[in-house]
């Protein structure tokens, strides 16, 4: 089975600071695919970014960029410029490409994101 | 457009009542999900619709029973819940043209409480 661990409960910066979230995963699966979703207070959970495992090209989607280092199984979350609506909790979430039919995502813990202005 | 709809967005519930919940997207997407989040924990999956067939059942009690009516709609039958049961309850939907490598959209939930 595999496992995702955000070991930061929390986490703040200083609004247009940079900020990057920890993620690390145990697998044994070659193929898979990483996300980052946020959850702010109204429970919506929205994609942020995903990466493909088997692109060593880290992903970026315009002030959201990912360190995915595939050996070490990390897969950390860089926010730049951060902004009072990036406040939320951030789920770093795994799914496994088994080639088997559509599966669920297995999630870390989450780390709250505070935005201090 | 990336929407899944759920309603109601609130529900009350006493022990003895049977409620549904739905969850609904027109986005083509050929499977469907259920999952489960307890306050300042992450969400648990339930259940797994792929192609209109329930393809995983995360061993969840038998009070709570899905249906796919169709491959739009993903219905949650509640029947005699306990109060562990309060939640937000989230529906996900995924294009699966490629089993395993799409995202996975989120409704808005429906928070749950049982009384």
């Known amino acids: 089975a595999q496992t995702v661990t955000q070991s930061q409960p929390e986490m703040s910066v200083q609004e247009a600071e940079t900020v990057t979230l920890s993620c690390t995963y145990d697998t044994s699966e070659s193929d898979y695919y990483l996300f980052w979703y946020k959850q702010p207070p109204s429970r919506q959970m929205i994609l942020v970014i995903r990466q493909e495992a088997y692109k060593q090209q880290n992903a970026t989607e315009n002030r959201f960029s990912v360190n995915f280092q595939k050996a070490a199984k990390s897969f950390s979350l860089k926010i730049s410029d951060s902004q009072l609506g990036d406040a939320a909790m951030y789920f770093c979430?795994?799914?496994?490409?088994?080639?088997?039919?559509?599966?669920?995502?297995?999630f870390g813990k989450g780390t709250h994101l505070i935005i201090q202005p | 457009d990336t929407e899944v709809t759920q309603t109601p967005k609130h529900l009350v519930m006493g022990m003895t009542n049977k409620k549904s919940l739905k969850c609904e997207q027109h986005m083509g997407h050929r499977a469907m999900y259920w999952y489960k989040q307890k306050a300042k924990k992450p969400p648990e999956l339930m259940f797994v619709y792929s192609y209109e067939k329930l393809s995983i059942n995360e061993s969840v009690p038998s009070r709570f029973s899905p249906e796919c009516p169709n491959s739009s709609l993903l219905n949650l039958h509640l029947h005699a819940l306990q109060p562990e049961d309060s939640a937000l309850y989230l529906c996900?939907?995924?294009?699966?043209?490629?089993?395993?490598?799409?995202?996975?959209?989120f409704g808005p939930g429906t928070r749950l409480t049982v009384l």
């Open positions: 996900a939907s995924s294009q699966e043209v490629r089993p395993g490598a799409d995202t996975q959209y």
């Open positions: 979430a795994y799914r496994s490409h088994s080639g088997g039919g559509a599966d669920g995502l297995t």
